[in-house]
């Protein structure tokens, strides 16, 4: 029973209509010519891999915010966040984590608070690893509301190969730290922006795991990461 917990993996409903298209194309593909059948095979179980919606235990300790994508730490510097989120004009830290089109795509609450901003913007399709899809590309920016006076900037973006940002909540809501509240699909990268004074707990390159991996500890801001890459 564990081995088949492991292996069949809950798909996420978002999944389900691509996983059909690809089952029927590679039905269709079955009277053409046997090895496309396959090949079609093939491309059904990683559309499955890729809607995958594995179960995570979120930390439950007061203040720390969660990575909110599986990925790599690709950028961490300070920068003035995108105007739309309302964190003021001064440079906060933010962390990127890139999504490839093999990692889980699901998106998860980095901490628990109120979503006052969700605005959505039509854009580009560069590499989501660069610098610049920051600003130019397609992307979706949420301001989550920690307590009075404290903000955290989350902005999905798209990708070279991603098409579409699915967001599930709205402002007004509340969400709860690691919670899902959303998806990207096929390829993209998420922005954190962390508020004035806090300090990261990851280094660039390091793998990422949503709703499990520590980006900060608003409890205890100037807290440094101390690791060695071996």
């Known amino acids: ?9 809950p798909m996420h409903r978002e999944g389900r ?16 010519w046997e ?20 179960v995570r235990v979120i930390p439950q300790q007061q203040g720390l915010v969660l990575s909110p994508a599986d990925g790599i730490i690709s950028l961490i510097e300070d920068i003035i966040p995108p105007e739309d989120l309302g964190l003021g004009n001064k440079p906060l830290q933010r962390v990127s984590v890139f999504m490839n089109v093999f990692n889980c795509h ?10 006052t901003q969700v605005i959505y913007h039509h854009g580009k399709f560069l590499n989501a690893s660069l610098d610049k899809a920051s600003e130019h590309n397609e992307r979706n920016s949420l301001a989550i509301e920690v307590s009075e ?6 902005v999905q973006i798209a990708g070279l190969v991603a098409r579409r940002i ?18 990207i699909r096929f390829g993209s990268r998420l922005d954190v922006y962390l508020p004035v004074g806090v ?8 793998t990422a795991v949503a709703g499990e991996t520590i980006l900060a500890d608003l409890s205890d801001p100037q807290r440094q990461r101390a690791g060695t890459q071996v």
């Open 149 to 154: 006076g404290v903000q955290i900037g989350v």
């Open 199 to 206: 300090s990261p707990l990851v280094a660039v390159g390091q």
């Open 35 to 54: 090895p496309l059948f396959w090949l079609g095979v093939g491309a059904t179980i990683w559309c499955y891999y890729f809607f995958r919606d594995p």
């Open 106 to 115: 699901v998106n998860r609450a980095p901490i628990s608070g109120k979503i």
């Open 166 to 183: 699915v967001c599930f909540v709205k402002p007004g809501d509340t969400v709860d730290v690691g919670h899902r509240f959303g998806l």
């Open 17 to 32: 209509k691509f996983v059909a298209i690809f089952a029927v194309v590679t039905l269709g593909l079955a009277l053409v």
């Open 1 to 9: 029973m564990n081995m088949l917990k492991i292996v069949a993996v």
